[in-house]
């Protein structure tokens, strides 16, 4: 998450007199997605990236970039990956239900036997593998430590609650294991040694075991704490530990083995620990080094700071020869240079944009919110993460009724009519309104341009419809359905004709609503701006005032004022004229206001907003994964959501 000061564009002439009014050194929060949850895991095996989030995996190929996501199909046990290791051409994978070893280039899963009771994958928040030989792993979890082959679990002496565990480089068979209890040699027989301050470990909990080259001989190192809490290096070589601290000190949040080295991740900076000799001098002014605990000496162990710009919010640290895998929060994975630089490449999914052609955001409160995009299903925010959730079927518009109250408009396939679901309080269940069904007038495969509660309670949906035997064929549209929950109610609206008892004369090519404190309802439609007041339909084009009239949405502010977006710039209306200011003189996409007044705008150059004087820009630089914004939604509580053709964001003013 990034929190920014927005740039300001101002130019051209003055802005009308009236209009919003927003602090004019506004800081925003941006928060961008293309991946509905945190990167938790990642391992390469060959030509392939393995990726685990908070459900599945996929496997990344290399060479074409193609995603398969493995799943029980494939012989995965379980949805939740709590760990991976790589050993060679396999790769072993524990999830919450079992462990499996999968040979890649075979493309065969070996299920291992079922855990003991005591171990408790499925409750397990994550656990450490290491590989321990040919066809083993160690598994380490908060339960203690256990050797894992398709001959069954082996449990080590050791209770303690495991955080890192690494094969031994001395001894066949031998491991090392990083507990919250400290560090523990484990033999061949599975008995534990603690390696206390008296066997040269100064580490009362250890967080990283990782492989680390000290000139010729392969050795350990230990990250943890002592213990007060100080960060403290233990290396262990031939199995004699010796413990350091790191001058100046810098806390590590991650780390992985590297061609030898160590890189660290530090915040959003990367260093390198290697082994420097008579380098550690030479280096001392730009990095940090290794100084005994025992002696104070400075060791020939030295961190230099490698010159990479790390994406936001990483999460894990992957090294494969000369790559870093960097996992994060919310944008997948970046592939990096060892040798620093920025991302050169991403893995990414975008499942939240598939099939994506609008935005709709309905919230019960802050960290409780449903997504819809008009795709397979809607996606619930819980403040940290997405997930797939609704009905089980097209999830076309997410809805927010004045009582908060959450709805959804979903259709069941290729079915010819929608259905309105509510979402059942305190639950994530929906149950479908009783007696409604919505369908286009015309026929066809039902859609929706927008879906809006009026302040009467009533519901307003804009209807589109596509020819069912052209699936990939544009959508028309098709009037108004009024929904009124209180009488089980659909009546649909268009202006087509002379209008019949009951029937307000709406336009039929109607792409977007908005009510006015008047009373008024404003539609954006290709044809112009439309108002209805009184049963009375007035329409503004190319001839009445607009600069185009080609309008694609529509909205009202709480000053009075109305606000349109077109292909050439966004028009405001006055009361009694429509102006185009040339500060918005530019194509928008979408248009929605804040309960502040404020507008935001969805453009080819990012997210905008205007507070009536001047125009400010969320857009690369800050934030944004590509600028290409196509719709933006405001919650009850005035957050922003925006469409991009990339990402799903998040705006908090």
């Keep these: ?6 740039a300001s564009a101002t130019a051209g002439c003055p802005a009308p007199t009236t209009g919003p009014r927003v602090p004019q050194t506004a800081t925003v929060r941006v928060l961008s997605f293309t991946e509905p949850a945190a990167v938790a895991h990642v391992a390469r095996v060959g030509g392939h990236v393995f990726v685990a989030g908070a459900r599945g995996l996929q496997q990344w190929e290399l060479a074409t970039g193609t995603l398969l996501p493995l ?18 051409d396999v790769l072993w994978i524990a999830t919450d239900l079992g462990v499996v070893a999968y040979d890649v280039a075979g493309g065969v899963m070996s299920t291992m036997p079922p855990a003991p ?3 408790a994958l499925a409750q397990a928040s994550t656990v450490a593998l290491a590989p321990a030989g040919v066809g083993e792993v160690w598994i380490g979890h908060a339960g203690g430590l256990h050797r894992v082959s398709a001959s069954g679990w082996v449990s080590a002496e050791l209770s303690a609650p495991v955080a890192a565990v690494i094969a031994s480089p001395d001894e066949a068979g031998a491991a090392w294991a990083g507990t919250d209890a400290g560090l523990w040699k484990i033999d061949p027989s599975g008995r534990a040694t603690a390696i206390g301050a008296d066997g040269g470990s100064a580490l009362a909990r250890v967080r990283m075991l990782l492989p680390l080259t000290v000139g010729d001989v392969q050795a350990v190192l230990a990250v943890g704490d002592d213990d007060f809490g100080r960060q403290r290096f233990a290396i262990g070589v031939g199995g004699r530990w010796t413990s350091y601290r790191l001058l100046p000190d810098a806390r590590w949040d991650a780390a992985t083995a590297s061609g030898g ?11 390198r620990m290697t082994h420097g000799g008579g380098m550690a001098r030479a280096l001392a002014r730009v990095g940090a080094r290794l100084v005994s605990l025992a002696s104070g000496d400075a060791s020939d162990i030295v961190v230099e700071p490698i010159a990479a710009t790390l994406p936001v919010d990483p999460t894990v640290v992957v090294g494969d020869g000369d790559d870093l895998w960097i996992g994060t929060r919310t944008l997948g994975v970046a592939r990096m240079a060892r040798g620093g630089g920025g991302p050169r490449a991403w893995l990414r999914t975008g499942e939240m944009l598939t099939d994506a052609h609008g935005l709709s955001v309905a919230c019960l409160a802050r960290d409780d919110c449903w997504i819809a995009t008009g795709a397979r299903s809607a996606w619930h925010w819980d403040g940290a993460a997405f997930a797939r959730g609704g009905p089980d079927v097209v999830a076309l518009a997410a809805v927010r009724r004045a009582d908060g109250d959450v709805y959804m408009l979903h259709r069941s396939g290729d079915q010819p009519t929608m259905s ?3 979402l059942r309080p305190g639950d994530l269940t929906w149950d479908d309104v009783p007696g409604i069904a919505i369908a286009p007038p015309g026929g066809g495969l039902p859609s929706v341009s927008f879906a809006r509660f009026a302040r009467d309670g009533r519901l307003w949906i804009g209807l589109l419809a596509r020819e069912r035997s052209d699936a990939a064929g544009d959508l028309d549209s098709d009037g108004v359905a009024l929904v009124d929950l209180g009488r089980g109610q659909v009546t649909y609206h268009a202006a087509s004709g002379a209008p019949a008892p009951g029937v307000m004369p709406i336009p039929r090519a109607a792409l977007d609503v908005d009510f006015a404190d008047d009373g008024a309802v404003w539609f954006a439609t290709l044809a112009g701006a439309v108002r209805l007041r009184r049963d009375r339909l007035q329409i503004w084009d190319e001839t009445s005032g607009l600069e185009s009239e080609l309008v694609r949405a529509v909205a009202a502010a709480p000053d009075g004022g109305v606000y349109i977006a077109t292909g050439v710039g966004v028009g405001r209306w006055t009361g009694t004229a429509w102006q185009f200011p040339r500060t918005l003189g530019y194509p928008a996409w979408d248009v929605a206001t804040g309960p502040d007044g404020a507008l935001w705008l969805a453009t080819a150059r990012g997210v905008a907003v205007y507070d009536g004087d001047r125009l400010r820009r969320i857009d690369m630089r800050r934030g944004l994964i590509d600028n290409q914004v196509l719709d933006v939604a405001v919650d009850h509580v005035g957050r922003v959501w925006a469409r991009t053709e990339q990402s799903l964001v998040l705006v908090t003013p």
């Design 1 to 6: 998450m990034a929190a920014i000061a927005l």
């Design 71 to 88: 799943s029980a199909d494939h012989g995965l046990p379980g949805e939740v990956v709590r760990g991976l290791a790589a050993a060679g």
């Design 117 to 119: 009771p005591a171990v």
């Design 261 to 271: 080295s160590v890189v660290a991740r530090v915040g959003r900076e990367l260093v």
């Design 420 to 422: 309105l679901a509510r």
